[in-house]
């Protein structure tokens, strides 16, 4: 490796775990320092698993550091052939590479701006004063430098998100910055955000930087190199093309359309690409996407085996014509829509035809996919009407959201943006003929269906395959092909494009197309400008501009005040993880004794002491009358267990009620509340961040696992909303109607699939911006005790004991219980 070699690769190849091809195998590359590469490549090619390897966060240690010519990860993934970067081995450089990813959210590790930004420099061992000097600059350089530092990550859009992970990226001042399809879940208005705070970056940085991104209009000034991937005869990778800018997009001589490369608008190369596309379009309809056209069966798409049109609105639509090309099949009058019986946007009216594709467009966090959502029957409006047609209904009474899964999915099709919360089976062929069972194909006809649709798909050689080890473009075809297995009569995609090459964007556009001329109603959520250029028939506009088709409430923009610590100024003050080993000392020394007595008394000096701190108790039942409201249950429960006493008071059947289970209970019930109680009112308000500091410097508990719970405490909030989709997911596919109990269970079989998923994408992140690497960690933020702290923690041990030394001079002490 030559010094001026940023990244190296020699015969390298990556194969996921439990996969029997190879993703990338037998590359040689290399890119020297300072170079800013632009990486292209058909979907699935391999070029994120490549930026994961340079990041250091594919495979583990061994992997890299054997010599020997496969090597295999804990996790069963195998590695051959030589990566180096800067002449190391991967993991070994962390720190030297910054990765950037397409998932905003994925990359936000912590749950406040400025605890984001600092989290690569504290795992670099960067002291404390220079980590926010460093923080405040890199918020500046993106176009960001008057966010408040304590701003929720919840609070920002999709743009500013990305533009947080990429001013944590550039703090870290890395030789290597990797850029893996930045803008790809983002509106144009977020895009632009994020693309010019790149160009400003590296205007003054003289970092190495690749960058994968389908569409590169946007990018290139700042680019001095293109690298096409291509595969060779033997399926192994190569490099296509290779040279500047103006080399690779300038040579007639490359079939970019083969290889799926959008070429920039720029070049004159562009206008030819522009016009094959049109010719390829129009030669397949022979349309002119004219009104009056009459759709006939395509040959490419039938099934010659069966007779069966593989996409089978067509066939049933050509050969029983429900509809007329025009007529309204979904109509919304007067609709309200929104989330929890709040609506973001009122009376609105559309309607969505059949043989028409309807695109719904805006910026990210308008409301299309809530209303697409509503209109589909998955979400339940929040006023006005949703109409069908009876021809569309055929007998059914209300709107969408009132039929069964069945019936809906017979009907109404919905794709999701994350194609991850369809998932319901355990390999892509099972995954297609689901739609084809639910609607009465046998099972070998679907089997036999399902194969055809995969190889439209170009997804046949992945039929065996699990669905979450597919690209992120692959799976998205085949959520695509799933929902069209059904027969649905109105199809409704969101963002049906995203993370598409040239070849399987014009593959989608083209069977849309196709989809729509054969009667279905196509409704599209959508930024994609070429998209909507060569599909809309009609286009809506959502956002709280006052040209918008469909008006909205806009969000709201309100500067954030920080959330007070603690209902009392005093415990606000209390280290967190003191505040925790009070409430731990509070409560756990009253499980040596289940008697009235002490349980009674130390609730009264939990008051107390509650009273001294500022929180009345008027203030405390407010936020723990949940725990009042369940403790009788408690007494109940052990009312009627009967224990043995001297007296019965009441005796029926199995319910036997004594003094002695009268007092059991009674003890129980203080118990309950003198644990609970304070322990809500000590933890109620501590910052989780602020916890994992404390737990870390004080407490000295493993780094990796306080830092590894937080950032898990930020995705339960996450997972609520997979939790929703998931269901909703289920239900357009035909799988809504099962037994709660089996539907509870598959449902949350699913959302443990997700949350491992999600999990190792914030591991990713967190391990590409150094964490557990090979410096010292510091700390943004020192966590300090005090003499308050000592003295809160005295009292609160001194109250749990007092209660259980008088119990037991009183004679009430008793041990469990007994």
């Known amino acids: 490796m030559s010094k001026q070699s940023a990244i190296l690769f020699e015969g390298w ?3 996921r775990p439990l996969r029997k091809d190879y993703v990338v195998r037998g590359l040689n590359l290399e890119i020297r320092k300072g170079e800013r590469v632009l990486l292209l490549g058909s979907s699935g090619i391999g070029k994120s698993t490549l930026l994961c390897a340079i990041a250091g966060v594919l495979g583990n240690n061994e992997a890299y550091l054997s010599r020997s010519t496969q090597r295999e990860d804990e996790d069963g993934g195998l590695t051959e052939g030589d990566l180096l970067v800067e002449g190391l081995h991967p993991q070994e450089a962390r720190g030297r590479c910054a990765l950037m990813m397409q998932d905003p959210e994925a990359q936000m590790v912590l749950q406040r701006v400025g ?6 420099l504290e795992n670099l061992g960067i002291e404390k004063g220079e980590i926010w000097r460093r923080v405040r600059e890199s918020l500046r350089r993106v176009g960001l430098g008057d966010i408040e530092l304590s701003r929720s990550t919840s609070h920002l859009s999709g743009g500013q998100k990305q533009r947080v992970a990429l001013a944590g990226a550039i703090a870290m001042r890395p030789s290597i910055l990797l850029l893996d399809e930045p803008t790809a879940n983002l509106d144009p208005k977020g895009a632009k955000e994020v693309s010019r705070a790149c160009h400003e970056v590296l205007k003054e940085d003289p970092a190495t930087v690749i960058l994968v991104e389908h569409r590169a209009d946007d990018w290139l000034d700042i680019l001095n190199r293109v690298v096409i991937l291509g595969r060779d005869k033997d399926g192994m990778v190569k490099v296509a093309a290779d040279g500047s800018p103006d080399e690779i997009f300038s040579d007639p001589s490359i079939d970019f359309d083969s290889l799926g490369i959008w070429i920039p608008s720029k070049f004159a190369l562009a206008k030819l690409q522009r016009k094959r596309l049109e010719d390829q379009i129009r030669a397949k309809f022979q349309s002119d996407f ?3 056209f009459e759709a006939q069966e395509d040959q490419d798409l039938t099934d010659r085996g069966s007779g069966k049109n593989l996409i089978a609105p067509t066939v049933k639509f050509a050969k029983k014509r429900e509809f007329e090309r025009g007529e309204v099949v979904v109509q919304a009058k007067d609709l309200s829509i929104g989330y929890s019986g709040k609506s973001i946007a009122d009376n609105v009216s559309f309607a969505f035809e059949s043989g028409k594709i309807t695109i719904l467009a805006g910026e990210n966090g308008a409301g299309k996919s809530t209303l697409a959502m509503t209109v589909s029957g998955l979400m339940a409006p929040v006023g006005g009407e949703v109409e069908v047609a009876p021809s569309l209904a055929r007998g059914l009474k209300g709107s969408p959201f009132s039929w069964t899964s069945r019936q809906l999915c017979k009907r109404i099709a919905y794709v999701f943006q994350n194609p991850e919360h369809q998932f319901v089976r355990n390999t892509v062929l099972e995954e297609v003929m689901v739609g084809f069972l639910e609607t009465g194909s046998k099972k070998d006809e679907a089997r036999n269906l399902a194969h055809s649709l995969l190889k439209r798909f170009d997804l046949d050689r992945y039929a065996a395959a699990n669905p979450y080890t597919l690209s992120g473009g692959e799976k998205r075809r085949l959520t695509v092909a799933s929902s069209l297995a059904s027969s649905p009569e109105v199809l409704i995609l969101d963002e049906p494009t995203f993370g598409q090459d040239r070849s399987t964007w014009l593959e989608i556009v083209m069977l849309m197309r196709s989809v729509a001329d054969s009667g279905v109603a196509v409704v599209a959520v959508t930024h994609d400008r070429e998209l909507i ?20 409430k806009g969000p709201n923009e309100r500067r954030e005040k920080e959330r007070p610590a603690s209902l009392s100024p005093l415990l606000s003050r209390l280290n967190p993880a003191i505040r925790f080993l009070c409430a731990f000392v509070l409560s756990i020394p009253l499980f040596l004794s289940l008697d009235p007595l002490s349980a009674g008394i ?20 407010k936020h723990v009358w949940p725990i009042f409201a369940m403790a009788p249950w408690t007494f109940l429960a052990v009312v009627i267990y009967g224990k043995k006493g001297s007296v019965t008071y009441f005796e029926w059947g199995m319910i036997h009620v004594t003094n002695k289970s009268v007092y059991l209970a009674f003890a129980t019930f203080l118990r309950v509340l003198a644990i609970a109680v304070p322990a809500v009112l000590l933890v109620l308000g501590i910052d989780s961040t602020d916890l994992a500091d404390a737990a870390s410097q004080i407490l000295h508990l493993p780094e990796r696992f306080v830092y590894g719970g937080l950032a898990g405490i930020r995705l339960f909030t996450v997972l609520s909303d997979d939790w929703l989709q998931i269901g909703q997911a289920r239900r357009s596919r035909g799988l809504g109607d099962r037994k709660k109990a089996v539907r509870f269970f598959t449902q949350s079989f699913s959302l443990l699939i997700l949350s491992i998923r999600r999990s190792t994408s914030l591991s990713t992140a967190m391990e590409a911006r150094g964490f557990v690497g090979n410096e010292k960690r510091s700390w943004a933020r020192i966590s300090r005790t005090s003499y308050r702290d000592w003295i809160a923690l005295s009292i609160c041990a001194l109250i749990p004991t007092s209660a259980l030394l008088l119990a037991y001079y009183c004679g009430t002490f008793a041990l469990g219980g007994k």
Not at 115 to 120: E, H, L, S
Not at 602 to 621: D, P, Q, V
């Open 13 to 15: 190849g990556y194969k």
């Open 115 to 120: 605890d984001n930004v600092a989290f690569g």
């Open 290 to 292: 004219n009104p009056n």
């Open 533 to 552: 250029e060569f599909l809309a028939d009609k286009v809506l506009t959502i956002g709280d501009r006052e040209d918008c088709d469909i008006k909205v």
């Open 602 to 621: 130390a609730l009264t000096l939990e008051f107390l002491f509650m009273e001294g701190c500022g929180i009345s108790l008027k203030r405390a039942l």
